[in-house]
């Protein structure tokens, strides 16, 4: 599903509108249907609500939304919040309809903000994507205000005062705290990023059927990986397949007391298809490695705290490399050597990219569109601090162009950014995942993807987003407090089987 930026919405907005052959105002009437279907389900009739309008296509839609919750029973005050002159025509055309069944309240100033009840939800209808300054004067009070009530509050389309782009945002901007934020066709891209989640809450994005010829021929840089967007790769078994067509995945890593974390990347390789796999340890690993994961094979590295540069033979295997590797300096050269010894893409994780980023000299050394899975420290680490996630992104972009590779930057929605800086936020996973082995089982996933011959890009969107999934459906079990990582891998098989099962 693609992100849209204001701009895009503007365009995909006029767009409908002459495409459907639908007035503005019905579009919005559409739309605020959509967010009373919301609520009904949701409120029982006693519910009261308290809904503040600003003064544009935002505002529209809370007089629109006001008037159908008045029709179906609901007890609903409207203010509308007089902040400046200018109306747009179809708040103007809400006003009317309005009018003719209930009493409007304005507010004209900070100094008459009416006090909030506590018995009512908050809807917030009064900026949407709209917005083009920082909050000031009568709407930065009265959202000071809304904020310090404790009520339940949902926002329309974006939270009142939320840049949804780099460009005029800062964290010093007041801005509503919502619970729940309801936005149309498409999430923005302040609703993936993790320093927002006080202000959007939890969001869902109701489909008011905008035009479909544009949202698929317009270019966007960021996109949400949904279902849909999965069960368009093909994960399709031929007939006559054997193990050699899903390729040989070569797992190194681990370290005295660190065997598990290849245990756990190995067995999810296996689970999520490849043909073969190899575990590279050091000798201390191999009894484990056989005895806890028969299918696989071992190959190894003789002593027990470090890698030696010597022993390592160059196959032509899919390289996964870094959990539980360590960052002996003798590993540092090690990991140097495979780099430069490997010219098909690899995936480094963990340890590997602690050793990058000691060494980013060596950055240039990795084969073309290798991935690497950072953690948010990890990922520090490799390209410096930033002051918030919209500078976070663009560092991501910046790496990724730099060095020819792909990044996946874990946490929730996971950020994928390709080489040449798009980003596909994934939609699956829960925060029961961020647990001990979490991030080695995605290392054997991913690895397997592209041992499979999947393109590097799609098989770190596919893996991200059946290790999420996995997640999931492990968390409907065990819960999300109890999910251990070797739940994630028991999980894998039936992601598939979902995801192959709607298709
Ligand atoms: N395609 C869709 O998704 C649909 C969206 N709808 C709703 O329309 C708003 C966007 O409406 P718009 O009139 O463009 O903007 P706003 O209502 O957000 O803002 C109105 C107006 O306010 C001025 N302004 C900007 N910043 C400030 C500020 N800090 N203080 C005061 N005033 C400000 C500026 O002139 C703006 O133009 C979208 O979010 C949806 O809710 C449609 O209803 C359905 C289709
Ligand atoms: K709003």
Redo the contacts with the bound molecule.
Sequence with gaps: MKIFNPQQ?KE??QYTIQEQSISSVD??ER?AHKIVDHITLNYAITQNFTVYC????????GLAVSRLLLKKGYNVTVYVVK??A?T?LDFDENIERLKKITTLRTIISEKHIPPIPNNTVIIDAI?????????DGL?KVLVDAINTAPNFKIA???PTGLFCELENYSTEHTLLNANTTLT??TPKLPYLMPSMAKHIGNWKVLS?N?SSHYKHNIATEYEYTTLADIQKINIHRAKFSHKGTFGHAEIIGGAYGKIGAIVLATKACLKAGVGLVTAYTPNCGMQILQTTVPEAMWTGNQPCDFYLEGNYINTSKTIGMGPGLGVHPKTQAFLHLVIKATSTPMVLDADAINILAKNKEWLKDLPKNSILTPHPKEFERLVGSFNNDFEKLEKLKEFTETYNCIIVLKGANTAICSPNGQIYFNSTGNPGMATAGSGDVLTGIITSLLAQKHKPIEAAILGVYIHGFAGDLASTKTGQISLTASDLIKNIGKAYLKIKQVS
């Design positions: 919405i995909l907005d579009l919005m739309a600003g003064l544009g296509n935002n505002g529209g839609d902040y400046s200018n747009s900026l949407g994507v709209g917005i083009n300054r920082p909050l709407c329309i389309d974006i149309f066709e008011i905008l």
